[in-house]
């Protein structure tokens, strides 16, 4: 790890990817090696479900539907409106490639079209468990 350069996307990222550091080679082996995990870009998630038949709906996250919004990272108004005007998962799959930070991407996926995610249905609402209450 201590021969990987700055440049490095994992070094870039180190600060949100954590779990190295908090179990050393036994969480970089889990973050890294584990024989169930496969790493996705957003376009590849797309491209996932198309093949499932399912629908992307949204990003299960308020804070990730803005980070994944091009206009957070572009200023340039020509290069902005033409990025716009393109299909929203390749809006997506652009601001992946600017942020270069995004550990996981969650989502809600449906079988129907045009499906909207309500929150007064409670099994629509994400639980993620305390992060003391189990090991990584």
């Not at 179990?23 to 797309?46: F, K, R, T, W």
């Not at 809006?91 to 991407?105: D, R, T, W």
């Amino acid at each position: 790890m201590e021969n990987i350069p700055e440049t490095n996307w994992f070094s870039h990222n180190e600060k949100f990817i954590v779990d190295h550091i908090k179990c050393e080679d036994n969480g970089l082996v889990h973050l890294l090696l584990h024989e169930q995990y496969c790493a996705y870009s957003i376009l590849e998630v797309y491209q996932l479900l198309k093949q499932l038949g399912l629908q992307f709906v949204e990003l299960n996250d308020g804070k990730l539907r803005t980070s994944y919004r091009p206009e957070q990272y572009i200023t340039d108004n020509n290069l902005l409106k033409e990025i716009k005007q393109r299909p929203i998962k390749e809006q997506h799959g652009i601001a992946e490639l600017l942020v270069g930070a995004f550990k996981n991407h969650e989502y809600y996926a449906s079988v129907g079209v045009d499906t909207k995610v309500s929150f007064s249905t409670l099994s629509n609402l994400p639980f993620f468990f305390p992060e003391n209450l189990y090991e990584i």
